[in-house]
């Protein structure tokens, strides 16, 4: 796929399986089981879209801190204005709790303990403080925050997958919904 709005590192492509045969010694798990494999699949998946939010918002504060002590109005660092600091605040709490609950997440996968909730609750949030981290960001930045020339202004459109890969943000509260007994 070309002309991707964000991870355009990421090769993405259609494929097509027309017709086609698996040997039976070929096949993944036991006929009719494809469903449950995958959607187990998806939990280990979600953690992965969640540290990449994790990642992003990082970056996205990192960047946002950076340019608030370079750039100077009326004599000292835009963090230094309440607005500003309260913002970078906000942010690095978000950071910090994202990062909990995705490390309590990964934490119980691999103590082999049932993370499905865990999962789904890591990805929802990770995904959407990538979301509030990058867009404050931006704003930190100004007009600059909209040049490419600026790490925020591609980590503001990267943030957009995260929401929809591994299921969306709706997908997200549905399973954690299920999870709660509603």
Request: glycine share 10%; hydrophobic share 45%.
């Given at each position: 796929?070309?002309?991707?709005m964000m991870w355009r590192a990421s090769d993405t492509a259609e494929l097509y399986f027309d017709d086609c045969r698996v040997p039976e010694e070929n096949l993944?798990?036991?006929?009719?089981e494809g469903s449950h494999i995958m959607l187990h699949t998806l939990d280990g998946g979600r953690l992965s879209i969640a540290a990449m939010g994790l990642g992003c918002a990082q970056g996205a504060f990192e960047a946002a801190l950076q340019y608030g002590n370079e750039r100077k109005q009326f004599g000292k660092p835009i963090v230094k204005f309440q607005?500003?600091?309260f913002k970078l605040?906000?942010?690095?709490?978000?950071?910090?709790l994202a990062r909990n609950l995705l490390y309590k997440a990964c934490w119980l996968k691999d103590a082999g303990k049932p993370y499905g909730k865990e999962a789904a609750m890591s990805k929802?949030?990770?995904s959407e403080i990538a979301k509030q981290v990058a867009d404050e960001?931006?704003?930190i930045h100004g007009g600059y925050g909209l040049m490419k020339d600026y790490d925020v202004?591609?980590?503001y459109r990267d943030q957009r997958l995260l929401q929809i890969g591994e299921g969306t943000s709706?997908?997200?509260r549905l399973v954690i919904s299920r999870y709660i007994g509603c």
């Open positions: 796929m070309h002309g991707k993944l798990g036991k006929i009719g607005v500003n600091a605040a906000d942010m690095a709490t978000k950071i910090e929802l949030y990770c960001a931006v704003q202004e591609r980590f709706e997908i997200q």
